[in-house]
């Protein structure tokens, strides 16, 4: 048997770590109460009268925080995709010859139940970061079709902030009414849809970390939580 | 390529539903001017084929002219105009009858007429509806056959350019067509319509059917029914939704165009702004119980008899845009939330297939673009979850079977 021995790789920033996990509970506050607002499955146990129990209002505004948390570190994803000084993940999109080798080399020592492992694993793969954008890109739409719904309330056209933001909201999201289907009711629909694909990508993403971690054996499920994962070095 | 950039643009430039209430002090000041200009205008004319006068029908119908006034106050503010234009919207009121108004109906349930003639105890829209110069109207006219075909051609003859052009109904273009035809020359709807419509100064499309279609358009839309806007172009078209739409409403355009010689600004489905540019959500008497989360969960149950919020039993208040929870219906006495049953959207395009389902959207059935079996999004959603959790049961239990591997394809 051959002596293995593992260097230690750095692999996400702290600040990448701390977006991850807010990224996370804000997913996952926004599906409990994006239900609730969808379809009120719980009663309101509270004897109070109406005007202070407000339940459907403090689902409503914890969707709505959940919503401007996930926008803004969206936002600074977007930016470190293309600016991050630690690794910029837009270089593993360019489709090149040796991206789409990649790609489907991750692919398929997936498929292949890790019979098969030609590439570096040391790094962040071509694989994997395709299959991030895909979330940011649900999230993307999330954002502008929840801003959509989000500014049917505003129809006076001024907000507390003033009225640029009803006009910014129009000005961005507008177009979802066509695009989803002609009706304020398609975009909500697809806001709803999107939220169950984005808990399948959810699923998927947690077991292939998992099993990257058991069947690699380098440590992959720590990256999230220490930065770090091994790589073997052979002697 | 030009469709395209036409396209590409309209998509970007979609008028929302914002609403302009205060546009300054020097706009309002030009209106005024313009709008007294244009009620000398029309003064100068005889009253047209109804001769009756505002003020003589309403004292009839038990109206004083304090009455009458209130109600002038409350149609300046729906039309969002400043205080002082009252004595100019009570003048309008009063010459409605020189604008004269052509009135045809086409796939429908009457049910826009119907709102109109059934009240009981007209309120003064309704009074004001009844006492404009209403040159043609098949369903209410005494004339049939070919003596109504005459007169709709001796009024499009007269009036041309002039008349208003109301429209009830959606016009069916599809396999079927043919069968809905009218007088004896066995003109389709659609020919008819074209033909009205290409003298008339603007069209007013009325209730749901004539503006999107409405039921008729449900799916599978038989009849290819469409509403007005589909068909005519490069005329003024105001649509006044709902099902049946408000007179309030109707009484709001007829004024504004009286008053002014204008359409009163439209929001990007073309329907009046004043009436259509809130949620029935924002105004709604249930407000507090939404947002309190108390809602009815069946018919009949406590909540229900305690006015609670109906989101649960399916009202699509918070998406449908619509002044019912301000004006209400029949002289203000009532509107469907009112009276415990929720909004089912029928001011809002396909409505009939995306609102009226009586249950939340989640809990709805929708049939899917692609046609296939109705299922509600939930259902899709757990099907995915489903898909997704087969597939990676399926690969762990391979490859808790296939036993861990290294790199170079030994077993360990």
Redesign the interface.
């Known amino acids: 048997m051959k002596k293995v021995e593992y260097q230690n790789v750095k692999r996400m920033t702290s600040t990448g770590r701390i977006i991850h996990w807010v990224n996370a509970f804000a997913i996952v506050a926004a599906v409990i109460t994006g ?1 609730y607002i ?3 499955y719980y ?2 146990f509270i004897a109070d009268p ?2 202070d ?5 403090w ?1 409503r505004w914890i969707h709505f925080i959940g919503a401007i948390i996930l926008d803004v570190t969206s936002i600074v994803i977007a930016y470190l995709y293309f600016f991050s000084r630690f690794e910029k993940p837009y270089k593993k999109l360019i489709p090149t010859t040796k991206n789409i080798r990649e790609f489907f080399a991750v692919l398929g020592n ?1 498929l292949t ?6 590439f570096d694993s040391s790094h962040n793969d071509s694989f994997n970061t395709v299959y991030f954008t895909i979330l940011h890109l649900m999230l993307v739409w999330m954002l502008l079709t929840g801003l959509q719904l989000y ?3 505003l ?3 001024i907000s507390s902030i003033g009225s640029w933001w ?2 910014l909201l ?2 961005a999201t ?2 979802t ?3 989803t ?6 975009v ?2 697809s806001h ?2 999107m ?3 984005i ?2 990508w959810t ?2 993403h947690i ?1 292939y970390q998992i ?1 990257r971690t ?2 690699w ?1 380098e440590g992959d499920i720590t990256i999230v939580f220490g930065g770090n994962k091994f790589v073997k070095k052979e002697k | 390529m030009r469709d395209k950039q036409d396209a590409v643009r309209s998509l970007f430039t979609t008028k929302s539903a914002r609403v302009d209430t205060n546009r300054g002090d020097a706009y309002y000041q030009k209106l005024y001017a313009q709008c007294k200009a244009r009620l000398a205008e029309l003064k100068k004319f005889e009253p047209l084929g109804n001769r009756v006068e505002l003020t003589e029908i309403l004292s009839e119908e038990g109206y004083d002219r304090r009455d009458f006034m209130k109600w002038v106050s409350a149609t300046t503010a729906m039309l969002m105009l400043p205080s002082f234009f009252e004595p100019l919207v009570a003048e309008a009121a009063e010459v409605m009858n020189r604008v004269p108004v052509i009135w045809l109906e086409f796939q429908d349930c009457a049910g826009n007429t119907e709102a109109l003639l059934r009240s009981d105890g007209p309120k003064i829209d309704e009074i004001i509806l009844e006492i404009i110069s209403l040159e043609f109207n098949e369903t209410i006219m005494a004339a049939s056959g070919h003596q109504a075909e005459a007169q709709l051609h001796d009024a499009m003859d007269t009036f041309k350019g002039k008349y208003l052009l109301f429209v009830e109904g959606s016009i069916p273009t599809g396999a079927g067509r043919e069968w809905c035809t009218i007088g004896a020359g066995g003109e389709t709807f659609e020919e008819h319509l074209h033909r009205v419509a290409k003298d008339a100064a603007a069209i007013v499309a009325v209730g749901t059917c004539a503006t999107f279609g409405g039921v008729p358009a449900a799916a599978p839309n038989p009849t290819g029914a469409v509403g007005v806007m589909e068909l005519v172009k490069g005329k003024p078209i105001i649509n006044i939704p709902a099902c049946p739409a408000n007179p309030a409403n109707m009484v709001g355009v007829i004024l504004h165009y009286v008053l002014t010689g204008e359409v009163p600004e439209l929001d990007s489905l073309l329907r009046p702004k004043f009436a259509f540019g809130y949620r029935i959500h924002d105004n709604c008497e249930r407000r507090a119980h939404f947002d309190a989360g108390e809602f009815v969960e069946e018919w009949g149950d406590e909540g229900a008899k305690n006015n609670f919020c109906l989101y649960k039993m399916g009202c699509k208040g918070p998406m449908t845009f619509n002044n019912c929870s301000v004006v209400r219906y029949n002289e203000s006495v009532s509107w469907p939330v009112g009276v415990g049953h929720g909004c089912i959207g029928c001011s809002e395009p396909n409505f009939w297939d995306k609102y009226a389902y009586e249950r939340p959207m989640a809990d709805a059935n929708i049939k899917p673009p692609t046609g296939g079996v109705e299922k509600t999004v939930d259902e899709f959603g757990l099907g995915v979850l489903t898909a997704t959790a087969i597939g990676i049961g399926i690969h762990a239990a391979a490859s808790a079977a296939a036993g861990k591997k290294s790199d170079d394809g030994e077993e360990k």
């Open positions: 239900l969808a379809h009120p009663q309101t109406a005007v129990k407000y339940v459907m209002a689902n997936l139940l890790n019979r098969h492992k030609n500014v049917h309330g129809e006076s056209g009803p006009a129009h000005l507008d177009w009414i066509p695009a289907g002609g009706t304020l009711m398609d909500r629909i709803h849809e939220m169950w694909w808990v399948a699923m998927f077991y099993w058991i069947y054996q």
